[in-house]
């Protein structure tokens, strides 16, 4: 189980110590009643770590929209991109409007306030050809089931690297993921993803050590609460996010595809193609685990491409077509 981050500000006035003891409270707040993961607790503490420590610098006690405002300009002159911005403004509404329900502040300043147009950048998109050579450069069962994975179920690194070996239903051919929030899916994977599957289990079940005469002692009902990750290190450890980054960046270098790419990128290419073979956005919408399907319309814009590819193929066939058939002499207006 991951610790929660930790969370203070400088130790100086009294003012400090009031501030780093509404951070604690309002970062406990966000662990207990959030269910957010320990990754975006700690993205949260850096948002506002980095706020009150410019405010501290400016020697301001209480926070006005114009001080926030100068804020963003700060981070701008930082160079940081509008995603962080956003990212960052949404820490901060978060925590002023916990402290004005709380009664530590009277005002929220971020109320009503706009976040800065973010511009809408298309995610890269691997094609089925290209997919299809990296999962041939696989060296072996975990590296190809990972390709399976991230792109035949359109799973996140996280939720790839959270399976565990009981979240696997092989007679049913799903797997069990919790994602963002820990809001728990259920996958179906296809008979590829599904073979590779079994034969990286058999792999799992032949390399695993003896049971040692503790191990044997234990009750049956013990051994069922032994968390067995699905994919490990050689130490039998959980796999790590920075060990899948590096098997997809190997395996694409290996197949020759030249897009520059993540994990997040097969994901991607998942639900485009779902969308390009007639999937409907709701139903996409479910197996990626999007609470908002304005998340899942940004692969419509995505697969228009391949619209536009049907779109000139039919108009290619359509000027093919013998002229005496359709002149205008023959065309029945009530057929039309």
């Not at 991951?2 to 604690?24: F, K, M, Q, W, Y």
């Not at 490990?232 to 395996?251: C, I």
């Amino acid at each position: 189980m991951h610790s929660a981050p930790p969370h203070s500000v400088p130790p100086g006035t009294p003012e400090d110590r009031r501030i780093n003891a509404c951070l604690n409270a309002y970062i406990d707040f966000v662990r207990s009643e959030k269910s957010l993961s320990v990754n975006t607790q700690m993205a949260y503490q850096r948002d506002l770590l980095s706020f009150i420590n410019w405010q501290r610098g400016r020697q301001k006690q209480s926070t006005t929209r114009q001080d926030l405002q100068q804020y963003i300009g700060f981070l701008r002159q930082k160079g940081q991109k509008t995603s962080s911005i956003i990212r960052a403004i949404a820490s901060l509404r978060g925590w002023f409007a916990w402290q004005k329900t709380t009664g530590k502040v009277a005002d929220d300043p971020l109320e009503a306030m706009h976040n800065p147009v973010r511009s809408k950048k298309l995610p890269a998109v691997l094609s089925k050809d290209e997919v299809e050579k990296m999962i041939a450069a696989a060296q072996s069962n975990r590296d190809r089931l990972i390709v399976e994975l991230l792109y035949g179920a359109g799973l996140r690194v996280s939720e790839l690297v959270g399976l565990d070996v009981k979240d696997i239903n092989l007679s049913q051919s799903y797997v069990r993921c919790l994602g963002k929030g820990s809001k728990e899916r259920i996958v179906p994977i296809g008979r590829q993803a599904l073979q590779c599957l079994q034969e990286y289990m058999k792999e799992l079940k032949d390399a695993a050590p003896a049971a040692d005469s503790s191990t044997r002692a234990r009750s049956l009902t013990q051994v069922k609460h032994v968390v067995r990750p699905l994919f490990r290190d050689r130490a039998g450890n959980r796999l790590s996010r920075l060990v899948v980054w590096q098997v997809v960046k190997r395996l694409a270098k290996n197949a020759g595809v030249e897009k520059t790419l993540s994990p997040h990128t097969l994901r991607h290419s998942f639900a485009t193609h779902l969308i390009e073979n007639g999937a409907d956005l709701r139903s996409v919408q479910e197996l990626l685990g999007h609470a908002n399907i304005v998340t899942t319309q940004l692969y419509t814009h995505v697969s228009r491409g391949h619209l536009r590819k049907a779109y000139d193929q039919a108009q290619t066939a359509f000027v093919c077509e013998s002229p005496a058939e359709f002149s205008p002499g023959n065309a029945n207006m009530d057929e039309i």
